[in-house]
T-cell receptor, first 115, second 113 residues
Framework: DADVTQTPRNRITKTGKRIMLECSQTKGHDRMYWYRQDPGLGLQLIYY???????NKGEISDGYSVSRQAQAKFSLSLESAIPNQTALYFCATSDPPGQGTDTQYFGPGTRLTVL | ELKVEQNPLFLSMQEGKNYTIYCNYS?????LYWYRQDPGKSLESLFV?????AVKQEGRLMASLDTKARLSTLHITAAVHDLSATYFCAVDGSGGSNYKLTFGKGTLLTVNP
């Protein structure tokens, strides 16, 4: 079984709809992240969380919100989706620096299309 | 603001040839990561470079880090088709807390027979 899972894997929605992307992990990591990937732009950090009570905005948080329901679950919401939020969304997890492997592990991604 | 530039962005090479991908970044950091992404797939960690002068090798790929020059290189030796993918470097701009990775735009590598 995959260590980091995301649901749904693909989603098509309409402008103005609220949608939620979910991420679950079995790696036991405290740190979780949400990124979006646009063609030719690499990955950009949306939100990150160090534990259930510690959530922080990344570089492109406008239009997004998150919820850390448990150590293993981190959800990303688009309150009112707009077409320029069409992108590939990745969840990632990691240990704190100096513990474990010092890298982030990525989920399989969710392809979101907003019409 | 940390900026990470990769070049080239597109690389088409023949099997058996050598080439280097460059990753430059704009502010001090001594933590740099290389990832590989196959089309439609997730990112796979290749190398973690945590200090000046760090060198890591895996198969036909070798990565190095020069923190004084703010430069990392990913060298490909005797390329094979299976190396075709997009390669990203990412720099930790958090002062060592590993929570704010800034990614380059990626290098799309195509290895031709």
């Amino acid at each position: 079984d995959a260590d980091v899972t995301q649901t749904p894997r693909n989603r098509i929605t309409k402008t103005g709809k609220r949608i939620m992307l979910e991420c679950s992990q079995t790696k036991g990591h405290d740190r979780m992240y949400w990124y979006r990937q646009d063609p030719g732009l690499g990955l950009q950090l949306i939100y990150y969380s160090f534990d259930v009570k510690d959530i922080n905005k990344g570089e492109i948080s406008d239009g997004y919100s998150v919820s850390r329901q448990a150590q293993a679950k981190f959800s990303l919401s688009l309150e009112s989706a707009i077409p320029n939020q069409t992108a590939l969304y990745f969840c990632a997890t990691s240990d704190p620096p100096g513990q474990g492997t010092d890298t982030q592990y990525f989920g399989p991604g969710t392809r979101l299309t907003v019409l | 603001e940390l900026k990470v530039e990769q070049n080239p962005l597109f690389l088409s090479m023949q099997e058996g040839k050598n080439y280097t991908i460059y990753c430059n970044y704009s502010t001090t950091s001594d933590r740099l990561y290389w990832y590989r992404q196959d089309p439609g797939k997730s990112l796979e960690s290749l190398f973690v470079l945590l200090s000046n002068g760090a060198v890591k090798q895996e198969g036909r790929l070798m990565a190095s880090l020069d923190t004084k020059a703010r430069l990392s290189t990913l060298h490909i030796t005797a390329a094979v088709h299976d190396l075709s993918a997009t390669y990203f470097c990412a720099v930790d701009g958090s002062g060592g807390s590993n929570y704010k990775l800034t990614f380059g735009k990626g290098t799309l590598l195509t290895v031709n027979p």
